[in-house]
């Protein structure tokens, strides 16, 4: 942290890897830290703001290895500083019920030894030692590991895509503060705990490959690189083909988080457009940040109504109704969770069916994004999903779904559910 902005070895370099804090810019910030041609800028310039998947133009399915690679020359950085080869950073396990408050050694402000590691951005009871997820139970969970496919499948995300959107940015928000913290994607990688987030999602990748999870096998998907500072600081380009496991990098992980056996790996793609909607909200979905919002969901018209392939259901593992939710977006972070629930009908109770977040979903964040065209570049796919089927067979009219926020959202956010449906598959 004490080295200069220009270091490639250094705090405010290695953050803007992920992304250029937006109250700056990239060109602007490159412009200041680099007053004159040199072989730091031009590092600085391939590198930086390359975070992946969060922006238009930008892979989903490259979340896990870019993320792999960050990390990995990060630590390397600090080996070659320290110049201990055996450093290795840690990973904070909340996926523990017990592990779930921040460790410790990031909440000591002004401590000769840990005080660098503090970050006052951050939701208050978060720096006083409260379990992230006290607020929003359910929060945190392992059920990416139940995906059988890497990618998208039908109505199922995919475990990249799944962990991104579900574990990962949860995470996120229920850490910092959507303003300048955790909680925001251009000043995420600001504070430490972020490093130590990022060894856990790398961990369960590893346990779910452990599982017995393929990852894609595709050429493009293989041979895709990307540029980082290696352990000196000097510009080195990677290839995913030699990060998609660990045993070639000369790392393992103490323990891996258990899981289920996958039997089969799905490595075919069935897009989602595929699926039978069984109910729908034709029009955008605004949520009230203010309070629990709900609509009832519409039969299809008959312009709408398709059957599923039968050979598609057969190899998603047969007929399921999911809820699917994508398209989502806001003006701003909200700053929190909000739980998804059904109720079979208007006056029933509410089904809790999970959580989302908007981490990823605020166009204002991306702007900056060297990758972005937002005339051109569509946004990675991502969905939320959840099964349905028990709440939903054999019902005589069209279910309702709610939002109910978990906690304050932050002012004049206005987050929007873009495209609300039940599906076949």
């Given at each position: ?25 990239k060109?602007?910030e ?45 630590e ?7 110049g ?18 921040l ?15 503090y ?12 379990a992230i ?5 359910g ?116 323990a ?15 897009p ?52 699917v ?33 908007f ?10 994004h ?10 990675p ?14 019902l ?15 002012r ?14």
């Amino acid at each position: 942290m004490a080295r200069a902005d220009s270091d490639p070895r250094g705090w405010v370099f290695q953050w803007y890897i992920h992304a250029v804090r937006n109250d700056r810019g990239k060109a602007a910030e490159l412009a200041r830290v680099f007053p004159a041609p040199s072989p730091a800028r031009t590092l600085a310039n391939a590198a930086w703001s390359t975070c992946q998947a969060h922006f238009a133009g930008t892979v989903e399915d490259y979340f896990l290895p870019w993320h792999r690679m960050y990390v990995f020359f990060f630590e390397a950085i600090i080996q070659k500083l320290l110049g201990d080869p055996g450093f290795a950073l840690p990973y904070w396990r909340y996926t523990a019920p017990t592990q779930r408050a921040l460790p410790n050694a990031f909440r000591r402000p002004g401590d000769p030894v840990w005080g660098s590691l503090y970050r006052a951005s951050r939701n208050g009871p978060v720096n006083a030692g409260t379990a992230i997820d006290a607020g929003a139970p359910g929060a945190i969970t392992t059920v990416s590991l139940n995906q059988t496919s890497y990618s998208p499948l039908a109505a199922q995300p995919g475990f990249c895509s799944q962990i991104d959107g579900d574990l990962h940015g949860n995470v996120h928000v229920l850490v910092g503060n959507g303003a300048t913290g955790m909680g925001s994607i251009p000043w995420a990688a600001n504070d430490p705990i972020f490093w130590m987030h990022h060894c856990n999602i790398d961990r369960m990748w590893a346990s779910w490959n452990a599982h017995g999870g393929c990852n894609p096998g595709s050429k493009s998907w293989l041979d895709h690189t990307f540029t980082f500072p290696d352990g000196d600081g000097n510009s080195v380009v990677a290839k995913i083909s030699d990060f998609k496991a660990l045993g070639p990098l000369n790392y393992a992980y103490d323990a891996l988080e258990p899981g289920p056996r996958i039997g089969l790996c799905n490595l075919f793609f069935i897009p989602i457009s595929a699926l039978r909607n069984i109910y729908l909200i034709r029009e955008p979905f605004p949520i009230d940040p203010a309070g629990p919002v709900e609509r009832a969901l519409a039969l299809p018209a008959a312009t709408e109504v398709q059957r599923s392939d039968p050979a598609m259901i057969k190899a998603v593992g047969g007929s399921h109704l999911r809820l699917v939710l994508d398209d989502l977006r806001a003006e701003a972070q909200p700053g929190v969770l909000f739980e998804v629930y059904l109720k079979r009908t208007a006056n029933d109770a509410p089904r809790r069916l999970g959580v989302i977040n908007f981490f990823d979903h605020v166009a204002a964040e991306h702007a900056d994004h060297q990758m972005l065209d937002m005339e051109s570049a569509p946004p990675p796919v991502k969905f939320y999903s959840f099964e349905v089927s028990e709440l939903v067979r054999g019902l005589k009219a069209p279910p309702t779904v709610g939002f109910r926020p978990l906690g304050k959202p932050e002012r004049d956010v206005r987050p929007v559910v873009g495209s609300v449906r039940i599906v076949e598959g």
